[in-house]
């Protein structure tokens, strides 16, 4: 059974400019959730999308987007980048409904601004 | 808002050695998970929590969740150098199983 997959593993951007990271869950999960994980803020919650529609959004600003798609597969966007958004990005896959119990998370996207 | 704190914060501890994470979260919660991370890895899922007085063991690895006293701990019995990593405990938030708000770690180094 193939896991949660997010692409790119690794990138470096330039303040100002956008970057969209990938993620493909867990076969026959429909829930996708994006966290930010920095040494200083630790592990913080992004938004979650649930069979295409968002379900849960945490505290960050406008810049910070996502969507899924009916595949379950999704995207986050982050535009005007700031140094501050270097990070790892992660995306959990889960079956969204409680039927499952055990939240699966990819390997991360590494995004570092310059 | 639900706030999750975990202590110790960091833990160095000697091979063959007994001890014990906490976990308090600060509202009502559906369930408590742990999980642990390697350096430059991401998330691996220990043990999901579902219901009062639940105990997990997996190893040398135990948990248990007491939903009255909203705290949850992580018992290590005889540590070995490779339970060294960072341990992240998380509740769900928002009534939805996607939206976990986790725990600060805990920093655990196991020494010969």
């Known amino acids: 059974k193939a896991g949660v997959t997010q692409t790119p593993r690794y990138l470096i951007k330039t303040r100002g400019q956008q970057v969209t990271l990938s993620c493909s869950p867990i076969?026959?999960?429909?829930?996708v959730s994006w966290y930010q994980q920095t040494p200083g803020q630790g592990l913080q919650f992004l938004f979650e999308?649930?069979?295409?529609?968002?379900?849960n959004k945490g505290n960050f600003p406008g810049r910070f987007s996502g969507r899924q798609f009916s595949n379950s597969r999704s995207e986050m966007n982050v535009s005007t980048l700031e140094l501050g958004d270097s990070a790892l990005y992660l995306c959990?896959?889960?079956?969204?409904?409680?039927?499952?119990?055990?939240?699966?998370f990819g390997e991360g996207s590494w995004l570092t601004v310059v | 808002e639900l706030k999750v704190e975990q202590n110790p914060l960091f833990l160095s501890m000697q091979e063959g050695k007994n001890y014990t994470i906490y976990c308090n979260y600060s509202?009502?919660?559906?369930?408590l998970y742990w999980y642990r991370q390697d350096p430059g890895k991401s998330l691996e899922s220990l043990f999901v929590?579902?219901?009062?007085?639940a105990v997990k063991q997996e190893g040398r690895l135990m948990a248990s969740l007491d939903t009255k006293a909203r705290l949850s701990t992580l018992h290590i019995t005889a540590a070995v150098h490779d339970l060294s990593a960072t341990y992240f405990c998380?509740?769900?938030?928002?009534?939805?199983?996607?939206?976990?708000?986790f725990g600060k770690g805990t920093k655990l180094s196991v020494k010969p």
């Open positions: 076969s026959g999960h429909r829930s």
């Open positions: 959990a896959s889960s079956q969204g409904d409680y039927s499952g119990n055990t939240i699966y």
């Open positions: 509202t009502t919660s559906d369930r």
């Open positions: 929590l579902l219901s009062n007085g």
């Open positions: 998380a509740v769900n938030y928002g009534g939805s199983q996607g939206n976990l708000i």
């Open positions: 999308y649930f069979s295409e529609t968002q379900r």
